[in-house]
Nanobody
């Protein structure tokens, strides 16, 4: 069992930056593919970024603005979000997958955090 706790969300003006963190329990953190997803009101949860080892994958909508990284010694993944836009406003979720390689499909993820709200105002 893995528990995930997100932090770092908040309210920023468009063009601003935030860094999300996701802390995980468990001793085998480095074996997991980790992902970030987001869900805006009235929309489905969508893929944002994923990391397996040192390999990262991003949704087209965030490429060049968001950077995902991990620190296995701290059992933590990060999502640095720069140049935020109003359309980035959503609840952001951290997720962990036992299999796959930087997978985008949310059904492939086994564990989910509770989410953290990110709001970029225009």
């Amino acid at each position: 069992q893995v528990q995930l706790i997100e932090s770092g969300g908040g309210l920023v003006q468009a063009g601003g930056s935030l860094r999300l963190s996701c802390s995980a329990s468990g001793r085998t953190f480095s074996r997991y593919t980790m992902g970030w997803f987001r869900q805006a009101p009235g929309k489905e949860r969508e893929f944002v970024a994923a990391i397996s080892g040192a390999f990262t994958r991003y949704a087209d909508s965030v490429k060049g603005r968001f950077t995902m990284s991990r620190d296995n010694a701290k059992n933590t993944v990060y999502l640095q979000m720069n140049n935020l836009k109003p359309e980035d406003t959503a609840v952001y979720y951290c997720a962990a997958a036992l299999g796959g390689w930087a997978v985008q499909e949310k059904a492939r993820y086994d564990y989910w955090g509770q989410g953290t709200q990110v709001t970029a105002s225009s």
